[in-house]
C-alpha cells in the first residue's frame, strides 16, 4: 500500500480585524493535506498548514510550489509508510515548520484511522476540558473594553490582552478597570507584547505594568537580541514567556544556548511556528529541565489545527490556562466538536465535522 497526498486551499474571514503591533489581518489563507494508503482512500489523514504573514518563516511566495511539490514527490515514491524524521530529511521541511506540522498531524490522523482522533486522552473522549485563557485583541479603548466585558461574562479565569498599539497610559487604564472588577484571585491578566517596546524603554514599562498583579508578558521586545532579554529576565518585575523568540531555533544545541543564556521563566510553543507537535515536545522537555514553565498556543489556524494542538496539549499534566481559544475568530471555519464552555476547551464528540 503506497502513501497519497494531495491538498486544497481555504481563505478564513475574520470576525473583525485581527490587530496586533504587527499590523491588521483580515483573512488567513490556509491549505489542508490529506494522506491515505491507495488501497484504503476511505480512512484520510488530515493536517493543516497555515502560516502567518509577517511571524512564519515559511509565509513564501513558493509554498504552495513546495506542497505540490511534496504532494508529488509522495504520490511518486511508492511510500508504504514514513516517519516524521524521514519527511523532514526527504523534502528538506527544516525551513517550512507550518508544512512539517501539518504533513506530521495528517500522519497521525491516518495512523488512528482517520477520524481527527490523533490522541487517546480524556480531552479527546470528552471527559476534561483544557482551560485556556481569553483573547482581548488590539483596538481602540472601547473594543477592547467590550473583549473584556464579554469574557468576563463568559466565565473566563485568565485573560490575555495584546497590548503595544494604543497610547501605553491608555492601555494601563484598561488594565486598571479589569483590576477593578476582578482582582488577581479571581482573575489571572497576561499581556503580550509582541515585540513592541524598545529594549530601553522595557523595563520601566514593565514596572508600571506589574501595580495591576500581571501573570506574565509575551515577548516584550523583538526577538534576537538575547543579551537584553537575557538582563530583562534576570530583573523583571512581571514573569517574561518567549514567543517570536523560538521561531526558526530548530537546532538542539542552539535550543539549548538560547534558554540558558536567556533563562526566561517561561515559553510558549505554537506547532505551526515551531515547526510541529514533536518539535513542541522537545522543547518542552528541555524547558522543563530547566524549571522553565510553557504553555500551548494556537497561531490562528482553524479548527483542523487546533484541535490537533489541543489533543497533544492534553497529553500533559498541566492545570495552566492555554492559549487555544481562536476557534470563534472566522466566519467560515471548519464546523467542529470543539466547544467552549466556562472558560475551557472541550470536545464533544456528539457533534459531527463539517465537510471540507
Keep these: 500500500m503506497a502513501l497519497q497526498c494531495t491538498y486544497t486551499s481555504h481563505t478564513l474571514q475574520f470576525k473583525f480585524d485581527a490587530r496586533t503591533s504587527r499590523g491588521a489581518i483580515r483573512e488567513h489563507k490556509v491549505y489542508y493535506l490529506k494522506l491515505w494508503q491507495n488501497e484504503d482512500p ?13 511571524l512564519s518563516i515559511d509565509y513564501r511566495p513558493d509554498l504552495e510550489e513546495k506542497i505540490a511539490e511534496v504532494c508529488q514527490r509522495l504520490n511518486e515514491g511508492k511510500h508504504e509508510s514514513i516517519t516524521l524524521q524521514q519527511l523532514s530529511d526527504t523534502f528538506k521541511l527544516q525551513e517550512w515548520p507550518a508544512l512539517l506540522f501539518a504533513l506530521e498531524t495528517a500522519l497521525l490522523d491516518l495512523q488512528n484511522g482517520g477520524q481527527k482522533l490523533l490522541y487517546h486522552n480524556d480531552f479527546s ?4 476540558g483544557i482551560p485556556i485563557n481569553g483573547l482581548v485583541w488590539m483596538g481602540d479603548k472601547a473594543f477592547m473594553q467590550e473583549q473584556i466585558t464579554t469574557k468576563l461574562e463568559q466565565g473566563y479565569t485568565c485573560l490575555k490582552l495584546k497590548i503595544g498599539s494604543l497610547d501605553f497610559t491608555t492601555e494601563l487604564e484598561l488594565l486598571q478597570r479589569i483590576r477593578e472588577t476582578a482582582s488577581a484571585n479571581e482573575l489571572t491578566i497576561r499581556v503580550d507584547a509582541n515585540g513592541a517596546f524598545t529594549p530601553e524603554e522595557a523595563y520601566k514599562k514593565l514596572e508600571r505594568l506589574s501595580k495591576y498583579t500581571i501573570h506574565s508578558i509575551e515577548q516584550p521586545i523583538k526577538q534576537g537580541h538575547w543579551k537584553q532579554m537575557a538582563e530583562l529576565c534576570a530583573y523583571t518585575p512581571i514573569p517574561i514567556a518567549l514567543d517570536e523568540e523560538l521561531i526558526g531555533v530548530t537546532a538542539y544545541e542552539t535550543q539549548l544556548q538560547l534558554l540558558e543564556t536567556i533563562k526566561p ?21 528541555l524547558a522543563e529541565e530547566r524549571n522553565i514553565g510553557w504553555w500551548m498556543t494556537s497561531a490562528l489556524e482553524s479548527n483542523i489545527g487546533l484541535n490537533a494542538i489541543a489533543q497533544f496539549t492534553a497529553n500533559y499534566n498541566t492545570a495552566m490556562p492555554q492559549g487555544l481559544g481562536t476557534g470563534q475568530l472566522y466566519h467560515n471555519n471548519i464546523t467542529s466538536p470543539l466547544q467552549i464552555n466556562q472558560g475551557e476547551l472541550w470536545y464533544k464528540s456528539e457533534q459531527e465535522w463539517g465537510s471540507m
Design 42 to 54: 476511505g480512512i484520510v489523514g488530515l493536517g493543516e498548514c497555515a502560516p502567518l504573514a509577517g
Design 125 to 128: 473522549s470528552g471527559k476534561a
Design 265 to 285: 521563566q517561561y515559553i510558549i510553543l505554537k506547532p505551526t511556528l515551531v515547526g510541529g507537535l514533536q518539535a513542541s515536545a522537545d522543547w518542552i522537555k
